[in-house]
């Protein structure tokens, strides 16, 4: 029998989840029996971005964090799990029986199992639930149950920090996830090709299409590397590593780190263990040039990963391969074709070495497995910085100025390189804005801002005054109430506050006194974030209160209704030695005594 065949001795049961007849199911083909484990995941938890502990991101990340720690299997020799199996046996014989032939309906069914799959850690449990199920159920009667518990939803009311899979329906749906991969059916490989493209089930339904390893099951992977994002992006990865099969390794590297912003460091490093990137790195005619592109990211991640993070239990990803041979290659390729990709990598190869020799040359490193490697690769690094300092610098302008997918990666590392040729570029970018459209865009002003600071650009200080005038209404944010709570995630004021306090910030670092006004103005908008950054930006623009509308502002800000302000007027009145203020400060000791000592270090300054 084909294995993307069904063979059928009774109807093929339905794929949606409008299952509520009584039991009955066509047989299908089984996968072989093999030891059972939970998703196969590295137990190094990477740090991530922010955004990805935002709703609707959080409790996504918060599983799939809990799934990479490891866990301490479950023994399953102990009496106390014995007796749970031996019960679980029992009462699944029973319930498949009558749903085979006691006309036990599919929905009564699925009410039955989920209070029985209520066990514990999932993780520690998968490697002897899953056993027992299958050996109770081989010939598929449960398959209608399972597809309609996959089918539930997660509970939509969990704390911040709480893992779906750590509740009962939770629970339930990802075993019925890791079943279906037991059963050989076109059908039930589409619906896991579904779940595979939601973070909420990808961790589990990918696992399961590669336990079936059949036409459609593969099938049904690639067009989930299309369509997937975010943790899904990173659990398809994750798939076609763990079936490391030739055939799919440039659509693997070619997709792998478009959107997972934030998560590139899961993808890259199954992309730098499975693939041959040196292949790749070394580019050339037979080589589409969107691969040796692609695999220099992929190396710059992984050694970004390594050059800042620590981990003394394991062995970094990076040492995995033959690192000087991915060196070498990295640089041949980049000779031949220079490109900003390549002279991030080179650049970050050399940071990573850097770090590296300093703990050897300290003696704290004495791993030969990461010595001799660092060792090896010494010898070219002169020849790679020269390079950087020549072609290098100018494929990083290039993309600067050019592709919007360099800018991030280019602008950091020309930055690191304290390059004042990038000056011109984000000067220009900066005049080119006419809307503030995104939190992304404001955030890379921000970026911005910070990079030609320190490059000690001044000009920067114009182009922001101009910038803020241009497409920020202070006047009109300045008339709204001032609130006392942070901006909700989602409000559309928040990409302008960003910018905003990005201006402040790069007209306090320069000190210069002609933004002293737009400060001023700053300190009486309605959002707290650039209330607080303009006070602090007084402290140097403006530091001994000579000019009196600093002096009144600080007073108005003593009765502010966020914390952070008030406690930075404080702070600013005791440095302005301002009597005046005094009363303001008893006033405000009696009102608001959570201030008290912010509000007492200002008086004892002030008497």
């Known amino acids: 029998m084909s ?23 066509g047989v299908v083909e089984v996968t072989e029996t093999a030891a059972v484990s939970a998703p196969v995941l590295p137990t190094t938890v990477t740090p991530v971005p922010p955004a990805a502990f935002k709703q609707p991101n959080r409790t996504r990340t918060v599983e799939h964090l809990a799934a990479r720690r490891s866990v301490t299997p479950l023994n399953a020799e102990a009496p106390e799990i014995k007796q749970r199996l031996s019960d679980l046996r029992a009462e699944l014989t029973t319930l498949v029986t009558d749903l085979r032939w006691g006309g036990y309906s599919v929905q009564s069914t699925v009410e039955q199992l989920i209070p029985m799959l209520d066990v514990d850690s999932l993780q520690q449990w998968i490697p002897v639930l899953i056993p027992t199920i299958l050996e109770i159920d081989r010939a598929g009667n449960l398959v209608p149950a399972w597809l309609k518990l996959v089918g539930e939803d997660d509970p939509d009311d969990l704390p911040a920090d709480a893992n779906p899979a750590d509740t009962t329906i939770g629970r339930a749906r990802r075993v019925a996830m890791l079943m279906l991969g037991y059963y050989k059916s ?45 943790w899904a992006k990173v659990d398809v990865i994750d798939a076609f590593a763990t079936l490391n099969q030739a055939r799919f390794y440039e659509i693997m590297l070619a997709s792998g780190l478009d959107n997972v912003a934030g998560l590139e460091s899961y993808v890259a490093a199954p ?56 060196a070498a290659t990295l640089f041949e390729g980049a000779k ?38 660092v060792y090896a690769c010494l010898p070219m690094m002169p020849d790679i910085e020269r ?64 990079t030609l600071v320190q490059l000690g650009e001044y000009r920067v200080v114009g182009a922001m005054l101009q910038l803020v005038n241009r497409v920020i209404p202070v006047n009109a944010r300045a008339a ?55 006070l602090e930006a007084l402290k140097s623009l403006d530091p001994l209160g000579e000019d009196p509308r600093s002096r009144t502002v600080v007073r108005e800000s003593l009765n502010d209704p966020r914390d952070t302000v008030v406690r930075v007027a404080c702070q600013l ?12 400060l008893e006033r405000l000791a009696e009102t608001r005594p959570e201030l008290g000592p912010s509000v007492q270090d200002a008086l004892r300054q002030l008497r």
Not at 8 to 19: D, V, Y
Not at 336 to 364: C, E, K, M
Not at 499 to 513: E, G, K, L, M
Request: charged share 20%.
């Open 573 to 584: 009145a005791a440095q302005y030695r301002d009597i005046e203020s005094v009363p303001w």
């Open 480 to 534: 709204r109430a001032r609130r006392a709570d942070n901006l909700p995630a989602s409000d559309p004021d928040i990409p302008a506050s960003i910018v905003y306090a990005a201006a402040i910030r790069t007209c306090a670092q320069f000190n210069d006194r002609d933004a002293l006004e737009l400060v001023i103005h700053a300190a009486r908008d309605f959002d707290p974030y650039v209330r607080t950054q303009a």
């Open 3 to 25: 294995d993307t065949s069904l063979e059928q001795t009774e109807p093929t049961p339905p794929i949606e989840n409008q299952s509520s007849e009584q039991g009955g199911f």
């Open 271 to 326: 992309l730098y263990r499975t693939l041959p990137l040196e292949t790749y790195l070394r580019g050339g005619t037979t080589i589409v040039p969107r691969l040796s592109q692609q695999a220099a990211l992929v190396f710059a991640q992984v050694l970004q990963e390594h050059t800042h993070s620590t981990n003394n239990t394991t062995l970094p990803v990076v040492f995995e391969r033959d690192l000087p041979i991915m």
């Open 186 to 230: 076109p059908e039930l490989s589409i619906v896991l090709g579904k779940l595979a493209t939601d973070p909420s089930s990808s961790l589990y339904a990918t696992q399961s299409l590669v336990k079936q390893g059949t036409v459609a099951a593969l099938q049904a992977l690639v067009s989930a590397l299309k369509e997937a994002r975010g």
């Open 336 to 373: 031949q074709s220079p490109d900003w990709r390549n002279a991030v990598a080179l650049h970050r190869l050399g940071l990573f070495l850097g770090r590296y020799w300093g703990d050897i040359s300290r003696g704290t490193q004495q791993d030969p497995r990461i010595t001799l490697p």
């Open 387 to 450: 390079w950087i300092n020549g072609p290098g610098r100018n494929a990083l302008l290039e993309g600067l100025a050019n592709e919007e997918e360099a800018f991030g990666p280019c602008l950091k590392v020309l930055k690191e390189l304290h390059e004042t040729r990038a000056s011109a570029v984000l000067l220009a970018r900066l005049d080119s804005v006419t809307a503030i459209t995104d939190r992304e865009q404001a955030v890379r002003l921000g970026q911005i801002c910070d």
